[in-house]
């Protein structure tokens, strides 16, 4: 249903530091820069662009797609190790569906940033 997405940050360089680091297992990477920078697999549709001076971006969700549970862990391990604050490990969320598989955690601007897989192990 989405085409891209767009967040506000307050430091464009902390930003694209932290999702060069957790899209990275995902598959996605940098595609397009300088000005708001794009991120995706094959075509941007993830975008992050600098917030206006006032007032502070409020936090969103984003929920981005493993290919796999063990991706979903990579994501997770490296955000940890961008410093990322973790707001749930890897874990099963049964309360979604039998194979909701999914890890979330805060971007330097509060974001909850999330990776999911919904496959079987």
């Known amino acids: 249903m989405l085409d891209h997405f767009s ?4 430091d464009l360089t902390a ?3 932290f999702y060069d680091t957790v899209l990275a297992p995902l598959g996605g990477r940098r595609i397009m820069e300088p000005g708001p920078i794009g991120y995706g697999v094959d ?3 993830f975008w992050v662009e600098p917030a206006p001076a ?5 936090p969103v969700h984003i929920a981005f ?13 490296a955000a ?3 410093g990322a604050e973790v707001l749930h490990a890897p874990k ?11 890890a979330f955690v805060r971007d330097p601007d509060g974001n909850n ?5 919904h496959r079987p192990e």
């Open 7 to 10: 967040v506000a940050v307050r």
């Open 15 to 17: 930003s694209a530091a």
């Open 43 to 45: 075509a941007p549709d």
């Open 54 to 58: 006032d007032p502070a971006p409020a």
């Open 65 to 77: 797609t493993a290919p796999d549970r063990a991706a979903v862990r990579a994501f997770h391990d």
């Open 80 to 82: 940890v190790a961008a």
């Open 92 to 102: 099963l969320w049964p309360e979604y569906h039998a194979n909701y598989y999914g």
């Open 113 to 117: 940033v999330e990776a999911v897989c």
